[in-house]
């Protein structure tokens, strides 16, 4: 024989099998270090000298370290759970207040793009009601009322001319000329005019709506103290129709303020002038205007930008694990030791199976006798010891001896095992041998005296059953007996 023949093959599908066909004795095995697992952490926790909380190295924390060459590292350390939890709450009350910080800046920022939001749409609601914003220089028209007050039993008084030419003029350079010594009477005839009452009545003269700012409609009326009893007002417009809606309100003012105090003063009213002039202002108030709303647009991109690019602090690394707690440590240890000790035991249960199949002894391979001897396979029954009976087996083992045994007189079984080890294949052997008047003898560890007067040889064996020295012997000795060996048949 050549040596490669006595080479036994492993199949891993077979042994895979056989290994789980052992499944209730290595769940059992599992279930006994699992609990022995268990067992062994909870008398760790339980009956320990030291507390839990106390016992070094049980968790890691992340140090910041500057090395002696002033490189900064980040170093892992094992500590006590005590130190744990104080450096978990020191990392995440610091990330907590970097996060309030960032919180709080973005609404600041907010309220800001909020604000510059509302000027802006302040600004397009005066430059949409104005009516002077876009007005030609050329084509504005104002009219000016130069009034005097004084008491009844004083003497009349002459207007102060230059006093009103001087307040005019400044009035025209853009300054707001204002009386030091102004009586209550002036007092109270400016603010009367500036009160909400006229302002929107000089808007609804004009069809003016008010929603954000009123500057459009008190920047078409003035009031300018000339001294303690002399005052100008001005009304300002687009044409001269704007000025006599505007001159309407002006009569219900004049009406209110001379009734107030007619009793005890002169008031008189005197038309100073109505006409077109060219203003220069207007073209400083249109580009002072222009520039405004630019800015604020300019504040509102840059507060959207910076809303926008809001930074959210990194969390440490581990800081959106949530803290562990003792008990969660307990249970954890608990379910792993649990749980390797049911798949240790899983394996060390497989790996004996495992080392039990390969080293039995036992013959596991249909094939390795046929190819050994070129011996023929009759028939197989079981494919292994932890297997079905294969579906016709039967059927096909008695087709089989039919046509060995044709026109035989006598048929010897030779086994290395007891007749009940078989008896599934020789009971079906003898029924087909009886029916067909053929004699048959079953023998164990047979001599050449009970195979001389045979006419057919059959080994019958059983796969993870029969031993394969002892299989390997009883074929060798029958092949030096010349025996007619006609095949194996697996019971």
């Known amino acids: 024989m050549n040596a490669q023949n006595d080479e036994i093959e492993i199949d891993l599908v077979r042994l895979f099998r056989f290994i789980m066909s ?26 320990s000298s030291t507390p839990l909380a106390e016992v070094n190295n049980l968790f890691t924390i992340e140090k910041i370290e500057k090395e002696p060459d002033g490189k900064v590292v980040k170093k892992k350390e094992k500590v006590t759970y005590n130190l744990y939890k104080e450096d978990y709450e020191a990392r995440y009350s610091e990330y907590e207040s970097k996060k309030r ?67 005019l003029k400044s009035k025209d350079g853009g300054e707001d000329e204002t009386f030091e010594n102004e009586s209550t009477v002036v007092r109270f005839a400016n603010r009367l005019l500036h009160t909400q009452k006229y302002v929107q009545a000089f808007a609804k003269s004009l069809g003016i709506t008010m929603n954000l700012t009123q500057k459009p409609v008190r920047e078409l009326f003035g009031f300018s103290p000339i001294d303690s009893y002399s005052f100008v007002v001005s009304l300002k417009g687009d044409s001269k129709e704007t000025i006599a809606k505007l001159e309407k309100v002006k009569a219900q003012f004049d009406k209110e303020f001379t009734e107030f105090y007619g009793q005890d003063y002169i008031i008189k009213i005197q038309p100073i002038s109505t006409e077109k002039i060219y203003n220069a202002g207007l073209i400083n108030l249109k580009r002072d205007t222009d520039n405004a709303v630019i800015k604020i647009n300019n504040e509102i991109e840059n507060k959207k930008n910076q809303i926008l690019n809001q930074v959210q602090p990194l969390p440490p690394e581990d800081i959106d694990v949530k803290m562990k707690t003792l008990e969660s440590y307990k249970f954890m240890k608990l379910v792993i030791f649990t ?39 009759v028939a197989m029954l079981h494919e292994s010891s932890f297997s079905k009976e294969v579906v016709n087996s039967k059927v096909l083992l008695e087709n089989a001896i039919e046509l060995i045994s044709k026109g035989k007189k006598k048929v010897v079984l030779v086994s290395t095992l007891d007749e009940k080890d078989i008896s ?68």
């Not at 052992?22 to 769940?27: A, D």
């Not at 790996?351 to 013959?363: D, H, I, R, T, V």
């Not at 000795?477 to 007619?484: D, G, H, R, T, W």
């Open 22 to 47: 052992k499944f209730k004795t290595l769940i059992i095995l599992g279930i006994v270090f699992a609990v022995l697992g268990f067992t062994y952490k909870y008398c760790r926790f339980e009956f």
């Open 101 to 167: 910080n960032v919180e709080v800046h973005k609404k600041l920022l907010e309220q800001d793009f909020d604000t510059f939001k509302r000027e802006l749409d302040t600004q397009e609601e005066y430059i949409k009601n104005s009516k002077l914003y876009n007005l030609d220089p050329d084509k504005y028209w104002e009219s000016e009322f130069y009034y005097t007050v004084r008491e009844k039993n004083s003497k009349a008084a002459q207007p102060n001319i230059a006093a009103v030419k001087k307040v």
């Open 424 to 491: 599934n294949a020789t009971k079906v052997i003898s029924s087909t041998l009886t029916k067909l008047g053929v004699s048959y003898d079953l023998v164990k560890d047979c001599e050449l005296k009970e195979i001389t007067d045979s006419d057919v040889v059959i080994v019958v064996e059983k796969l993870d059953v029969s031993r394969i020295d002892a299989t390997r012997n009883e074929i060798e000795l029958l092949q030096s007996y010349k025996a007619p060996l006609e095949g194996i048949v697996y019971a």
């Open 339 to 377: 749980v390797a000790g049911l798949f240790g035991g899983i394996f060390i249960g497989g790996a004996y199976f495992g080392m039990k199949y390969l080293f039995s002894g036992k013959l596991t391979s249909a094939e390795y006798l046929k190819s050994v001897y070129n011996l023929k396979n």
